[in-house]
């Protein structure tokens, strides 16, 4: 019973002990990808603040910017807690073990002495030769034996409680240095958030004084974002009319499929929440759906997809495979690559430049492009979803950071 006991115990200490490990592994896991986005807000920040005209992205940006920096500083007070609570397990845990090594020391002290009283041979001899019987005589010669066992195995437990002292006494030190440079990183983004939120709000003043003007700039650039909104809805709109043309059973506003392409479609279906991101380092910064606008509060935007802002020169990778079924080109030279997954259609626009050709048939994160780095630094790919003729929120088909 004792020993299934002590099992028991022991495997409770290591499955407590994993999953700790595993917490912290997770939160350094997320405390790194926070740090890169931080990383590329700064690198954004010092483009954006040399060009002109830039205040509205100047504000999201370092509105961003905090946000992220605030989820640090919530990461590392957790990590500061947890390290406290085993520095202060460990103590406990040290002073038990220590209090057992003086119990256990001073036990076999004793035993020492009575062996050594008992040691001389004649005594021992003494002590067999005055048995009864046989029976009495080899009952006494496996006490000495169980006595000796005993001793031996009261000087084990003390080696070993000892190195479990010295281990516990590195682990705490190692512990209380950790927990260190985890104060020293809090300090330090506290700092950085202070001063980013000065900027914030000397930032926010500027544009509340100029508001008007800001608002009528972004009212613009909202009418050419839904202008160019039902210029994909039309093409899509187009292939659908195209690919329904003279086939029996074809529903309005639905691509016609194939036997093939429904295979496609449901294999696509089958990876929403799973797919991987069209960056292979990014994050969001704009969601898809209506949403107040960051800057001036007072106007909603509408996102038919997701921004993704990425470092300069990034690749723009397929997220399932497929066919290239368009590339367009804008007034401005910005190229955008359409890929169709049976009825679901994949659009990848602000890009650079493309290694695709319509027709071609794509794997899943093949690279078909890089994304344009504007003036200002900002590398950003506009991505959206279709499913038929209506938008999707990328967000729900791919996988999770």
């Known amino acids: 019973m004792k020993k299934h006991f002590y099992l028991s115990i022991l495997f409770l200490l290591c499955f407590a002990f994993a999953k700790a490990q595993s917490e912290k592994a997770a939160l350094e896991q997320r405390k790194a990808e926070i740090q890169r986005e931080i990383n590329q807000f700064d690198r954004l920040l010092k483009n954006v603040r040399k060009e002109e005209k830039t205040m509205v992205l100047l504000v999201e940006t370092i509105d961003k910017k905090i946000l992220r920096t605030q989820e640090i500083i919530n990461i590392t007070n957790k990590q500061a807690n947890n390290l406290t609570r085993n520095i202060k397990a460990n103590a406990a845990e040290i002073k038990k073990l220590n209090t057992e090594v003086k119990a256990l020391k001073a036990e076999y002290a004793e035993m020492i002495v009575k062996s050594y009283k008992s040691q001389n041979d004649q005594s021992r001899l003494m002590f067999l030769l005055s048995s009864e019987d046989f029976l009495q005589a080899y009952k006494r010669v496996q006490y000495l034996k169980s006595y000796a066992d005993y001793r031996k195995k009261q000087a084990e437990?003390?080696?070993?409680?000892?190195?479990?002292?010295?281990?516990?006494?590195?682990?705490?030190?190692?512990?209380?240095?950790?927990?260190?440079?985890?104060?020293?990183?809090?300090?330090?983004?506290r700092a950085a958030l202070k001063i980013d939120k000065v900027e914030q709000e000397n930032l926010l003043a500027v544009v509340k004084e100029n508001e008007k003007k800001y608002a009528a700039d972004i009212k613009v650039k909202a009418k050419e974002r839904n202008k160019i909104d039902r210029e994909l809805k039309a093409l899509i709109a187009a292939d659908i009319k195209a690919s329904n043309k003279g086939k029996t059973g074809a529903v309005a506003n639905k691509f016609f499929l194939t036997p093939e392409a429904k295979i496609l479609a449901n294999s696509f279906k089958s990876n929403k929440g799973k797919l991987p991101w069209p960056v292979e380092e990014g994050f969001v910064s704009r969601r898809y759906g209506t949403q107040p606008h960051p800057v001036v509060r007072s106007l909603t935007i509408d996102s038919n997809g997701l921004r993704l802002q990425s470092p300069g020169g990034a690749k723009v990778r397929a997220i399932f495979e497929g066919e290239v079924i368009r590339i367009t080109k804008s007034k401005y030279g910005i190229l955008a690559v359409h890929i169709r997954?049976?009825?679901?259609?994949?659009?990848?626009?602000?890009?650079?430049?493309?290694?695709?050709?319509?027709?071609?048939?794509?794997?899943?994160?093949?690279?078909?492009?890089?994304?344009?780095?504007?003036?200002?630094?900002?590398?950003?790919?506009?991505?959206?979803?279709?499913?038929?003729?209506?938008?999707?929120?990328?967000?729900?088909?791919?996988?999770?950071?």
């Open 341 to 401: 997954h049976g009825n679901y259609t994949s659009i990848y626009d602000n890009l650079k430049s493309v290694s695709v050709e319509k027709g071609d048939m794509v794997n899943t994160k093949d690279i078909i492009g890089e994304i344009f780095t504007s003036n200002s630094g900002e590398t950003e790919l506009k991505f959206v979803l279709m499913q038929d003729n209506d938008t999707v929120d990328p967000a729900q088909w791919i996988a999770r950071k």
């Open 157 to 189: 437990e003390i080696t070993i409680k000892s190195d479990a002292i010295a281990a516990k006494n590195v682990a705490l030190e190692e512990e209380k240095k950790e927990k260190n440079k985890v104060l020293a990183l809090n300090k330090k983004q």
